[in-house]
């Protein structure tokens, strides 16, 4: 439990699309809510999308509403974050999170128990 490796990152122009991978050893259903926060250089790490084991419900930040949507397989192994119209202002290392429970403070965002290595998003003409 809380092995989270991520993939699919790169560098595209202004406009593109990028998918990202978690790959979740062990199953989703493991845990309550998995997804993804990024840190952009300097700042600090922000929560980005959450998807809830109980429900397959999901959030997100509202910078990306609308233009990113996370979802899970059906074999419940991997998450993925679909990003399109990326714009210069995603660009950040996305890490991809875990939670065992609830986030009692902000039950839409994750808490952060798991974390995986990061992997870097670019966007720039």
């Known amino acids: 439990q809380g092995q989270l490796v991520e993939s699919g990152g790169g560098s595209v122009q202004p406009g593109n699309s990028l998918r990202l991978s978690c790959l979740v050893y062990?199953?989703?259903?493991?845990?309550?809510?998995i997804g993804w926060f990024r840190q952009a250089p300097g700042k600090e790490r922000d929560w980005v999308a959450s998807?809830?084991?109980?429900?397959?419900?999901?959030y997100y930040t509202e910078s990306v509403q609308g233009r990113f949507t996370i979802s899970r397989d059906n074999a419940k192994t991997t998450v993925y974050l679909q990003m399109n119209n990326l714009k210069p202002e995603d660009t950040a290392v996305y890490y991809c999170?875990?939670?065992?429970?609830?986030?009692?403070?902000?039950?839409?965002?994750?808490?952060?128990?798991?974390w995986g290595q990061g992997t870097q998003v670019t966007v720039s003409s």
């Open positions: 999170a875990a939670d065992l429970g609830p986030n009692h403070s902000n039950y839409r965002r994750l808490k952060g128990d798991y």
């Open positions: 062990g199953s989703t259903a493991d845990y309550y809510a």
């Open positions: 998807i809830m084991t109980p429900d397959d419900s999901t």
